[in-house]
């Protein structure tokens, strides 16, 4: 992966520069000294690293303002930083860069049970968003498996989905406000804890920008109230296209789970292994949970039934029980230990079109065979968000290399079929030089246009999401490109 | 208004027109807005019609901008499917005639009663294609449901009302129509006391799909409705519960003719409480629990909460700006019809400068609905 050439004149002046951050932050902000910024070297791609120049976390949103101020002012990029879980090298630092880290804000600042909505500093984690208004029977719905560790503001960088999200929507459908430092150290508040946008919808382009456009410090968060229950049914299959045919089968009877997993043979034999759940040995695992009271499950899980039997499934199981739950599950959310227990493994993310699934499915078999790396499938079948992981020796040469280009055929299939490259993940450093297989040069200038605005001089964590020739002229062009 | 119409029939020849325009366009679809710009020369969508891919059991829609929504509508419910954010049909308040276009819907993030809880028309948006101030063709997204592939434009586009490019094409998620509609209805309830029972029914497990109350319904009495849906035992099931719990507030009774629910419902989606009364119509968006507050201040002769009070759509006399009593509260006011008012909230400094900096990037002439928006 290549990464821009640091800009010799900043690394030069460290010292100067981490003066004026100290300067303009209380005591123990500011890091620099090299064995403690190498902890931030990496976020969860972990095969990319490259420890910054130095890394500020400031307490307040006033103290990013400033610390954003001073880097401004000397020309310093700046790689934003939630908790490190990025799968996609969101926040992987280059050397000539400061780290600013979100951690140490994690308050709640309100919560409004009438207005449904929760206002929360952006270093908190996921799920302890959840965890603050969980008394009250309410919920923050977006989940990404990462939830004990992520931060709302990565979740709002990277618009994260998760699990629900078929029925709850991503990041983007349950943010209400956010308050953003642009790059000059601008503090505007968007949104609220009301519906909508006044004018334009600028909360809707700033989620998603991967730290592009600004950094957010506060959220409103739209919560909801939890569900009486929630149990799956797990159905196997012996034909990909069959248990393709079955889900659409279920969608168009307008039946709306709240999940519906996916998984392919190698996968399920490989958590079978390792986790001995219980699943038939076969070529396609659904996994579909609703919810409800007990009474209204029990019903949909019967719609389920009746669709699933027109498919001739070699296997058929409604959860009872809490306990029954758990075990269909208990594979499920096994799936990636069980891969990495194989052998280290690389995870993608692209979205295919549902009606696509069979086809996509075959050519990633037939692409596994003439890479000779394995790979297995496990996905969101419901919204087609797929999630191959292949399996690759890390310590073997050119093994790391070649699991990346079938990765990179794996996404261009996913594009060639009407999906896209990633679907919850972001683009980062590991799909950057895939845009171009997905937009135009005009679709990408419209894009770098909205960095144009918010960013002049491209300052924000400027070596991600465009492929480094098409963002050249405006990286280091000190603002002319606006 | 001049009546110059331009009505290209390909997305290419609509490039074209704006590429070469050297005068403002003024932006629309079905013109049933009354939205136009003064002295400009129409640009029309009209032209660009049809539906390009429908897969029902992906719950995918595609179509031109100009396809109207009526057309749409019809299809989807061949499969038994509907758009999903019930979008507002205003000609009966505006008094205008056409046909409401799917890109306008979008443009303008058109989003019904539905909104308070399945999401707003930006929610249900996958993908567009547009043509920028330049005349430049831009797509983004997509039609996959799942999709963080660069930034977000279609959001970005929803509710820019043509200010940032012209759209071309649209892609949505729909969503099934549900087997049966129940509707909660309570009769007399003070606005603060409706508002407390919709947010006392949106916080319960049994999922609203709207609520609303009318100071003066049908027959000139407050109203509040609480919509479930969905299969039929599960909604007599949330019907029952809800009843119960509701039953602090006073009397509840339970609608679930199928042509009397849906009547009920357009009648709040189109506000035609409001039909024929004179004077300014207001849109105002903010926390359910400060609309009762701002509604008293302003006295309106009726008042219409939607999306559980974070709605409100009255009518006032030109000379009320409800703006001026929204000192301190978050959210804003549109004036969708009348005068003496600019149509959007004037926006704070920080927001404005990002605002107007989007709009001289993407159509750095000015040709595309300028003086709208701010």
């Not at chain 1, 075959?362 to 797929?386: C, P, T, W």
């Not at chain 2, 019904?112 to 920028?132: K, N």
């Amino acid at each position: 992966m290549e990464l821009p050439t640091p800009d010799s004149f900043v690394l030069s002046r460290k010292a100067e520069i981490v003066a004026a951050l100290q300067a303009v932050l209380p005591d123990g902000c500011v890091i620099d000294a090299p064995e403690e910024t190498r902890a931030y070297e990496c976020d969860a791609l972990t095969a990319y690293r490259c420890p910054p120049l130095a890394v500020v976390l400031p307490e307040t949103t006033e103290q990013v303002a400033a610390a954003l101020k001073v880097c401004h002012q000397m020309n310093v990029p700046v790689v934003p930083r939630g908790a490190g879980t990025s799968l996609a090298g969101g926040s992987m630092p280059t050397s000539d860069s400061v780290v600013l880290g979100v951690a140490r804000l994690t308050d709640v600042l309100e919560t409004d049970y009438p207005n449904r909505f929760i206002r929360v500093q952006t270093g908190r984690t996921n799920l302890s968003v959840s965890g603050a208004v969980e008394e009250n029977g309410f919920f923050y719905a977006p989940d990404p498996s990462s939830q004990l560790a992520c931060a709302i503001s990565g979740n709002i960088a990277m618009n994260s989905g998760g699990a629900h999200c078929l029925k709850y929507g991503v990041t983007t459908n349950n943010l209400l406000g956010v308050t953003l430092v642009t790059m000059e150290g601008e503090i505007v508040e968007i949104g609220g804890a009301h519906m909508d946008a006044s004018g334009l919808d600028l909360l809707g382009v700033i989620c998603g920008s991967e730290g592009q456009l600004g950094v957010v410090t506060e959220a409103t968060l739209r919560i909801l109230p939890k569900p009486e229950g929630a149990r799956p049914a797990l159905i196997g299959f012996d034909d990909n296209a069959v248990a393709g045919a079955c889900v659409s089968d279920i969608i168009k009877a307008g039946i709306l789970p709240v999940a519906i997993e996916f998984m392919d043979r190698p996968c399920i034999r490989a958590t079978e292994a390792f986790a001995g759940a219980g699943y038939p040995d076969c070529e396609a695992l659904l996994i579909i949970e609703v919810e409800g009271s007990d009474a209204e499950i029990d019903a949909q899980l019967a719609r389920i039934s009746e669709i699933a039997r027109k498919h001739n499934p070699v296997e058929l199981r409604e959860s009872r029980s809490s306990d029954e739950s758990a075990k269909i599950w208990l594979g499920r959310k096994s799936a990636f230990g069980a891969m990495g227990q194989i052998n280290d493994y690389m995870c993608l993310d692209g979205t295919i079109p549902v009606s696509e699934l069979p086809y996509v499915l075959q050519r990633i078999g037939e692409l596994s065979k003439d890479y000779a790396l394995g790979v297995g499938n496990v996905f969101h079948a419901g919204d087609g968000n797929m999630h191959p992981l292949i399996l690759f020796d890390a310590n073997k040469p050119g093994d790391l290399e070649k699991c990346e280009a079938f990765g990179a055929d794996i996404l261009k299939l996913c594009v060639e079929v009407g999906g896209c490259l990633t679907g919850e993940h972001g683009v980062g450093i590991e799909k950057r030089d895939l845009m171009s297989h997905q937009y135009t040069p005009e679709d990408l200038e419209a894009q770098m246009k909205v960095k144009d605005v918010f960013d002049p001089k491209w300052l924000l964590n400027p070596a991600k999401v465009f492929p480094l020739d098409t963002s050249e002229n405006r990286r280091g062009a000190q603002g002319d490109a606006a | 208004m001049t009546t110059d119409i331009l009505s290209p029939q390909s997305e290419a020849d609509l490039a074209q027109a704006i590429a070469s325009a050297n005068a403002p366009l003024s932006i629309q679809g079905g013109g049933t807005q009354g939205m136009g710009v003064n002295d400009a020369t129409r640009l029309s969508t009209s032209g660009l019609n049809g539906v390009t891919l429908y897969e029902p059991g992906a719950l995918t829609l595609v179509a031109k901008a100009g396809t109207p929504v009526a057309n749409i509508s019809d299809l989807l419910a061949k499969e038994n499917q509907r758009l999903a954010f019930d979008p507002r049909d205003l000609r009966g308040v505006l008094g205008t005639e056409g046909a409401p276009t799917i890109g306008a819907v979008a443009a303008m993030n058109n989003s019904g009663p539905a909104r308070v809880t399945a999401g707003a028309c930006r929610d249900f948006m996958l993908g567009v294609r547009f043509v920028d101030g330049s005349g430049d063709i831009v797509s983004n997204g997509g039609r996959v449901m799942k999709n963080v592939t660069g930034y977000d434009l279609v959001k970005l586009m929803s509710g820019s009302h043509g200010t940032l490019g012209v759209l071309t094409e649209v892609s949505l998620k729909v969503l099934p129509t549900p087997e049966m509609t129940g509707v909660l209805l309570m009769n007399g309830l003070s606005d603060a006391d409706a508002v407390a029972a919709m947010s006392a029914a949106l916080g319960s497990p049994y999922e609203v799909t709207g609520a609303a109350h009318a100071q003066s319904g049908v027959d000139a009495h407050p109203v509040t409705m609480i919509r479930i849906e969905g299969f039929e035992e599960s909604v007599t099931y949330r019907l029952a519960q809800l009843k119960e719990m509701l039953g602090r507030f006073g009397d509840v009774a339970i609608e679930t003719d199928p042509a009397r629910t849906k009547a009920g419902w357009a009648w709040v989606r189109d506000c035609t409480v409001f039909e024929g009364k004179e004077g300014n119509l207001w849109r105002v968006s903010l926390k359910p629990s400060d609309a009762p507050g701002l509604v008293a201040k302003l006295a309106p002769e009726n008042a219409l909460y939607d999306w559980g009070g974070g709605l409100v759509w009255m009518v006032l006399p030109d000379s009320v700006d409800p703006r001026a009593q929204m000192d301190g509260l978050q959210g804003h006011a549109t004036l969708m019809r009348g005068e003496g008012h600019v149509r959007f909230h004037p926006e704070a400094p920080g927001v404005a400068k990002l605002t107007q900096s989007l709009r001289k990037k993407f159509d750095p002439r000015g040709v595309l609905n300028p003086g709208l928006m701010g």
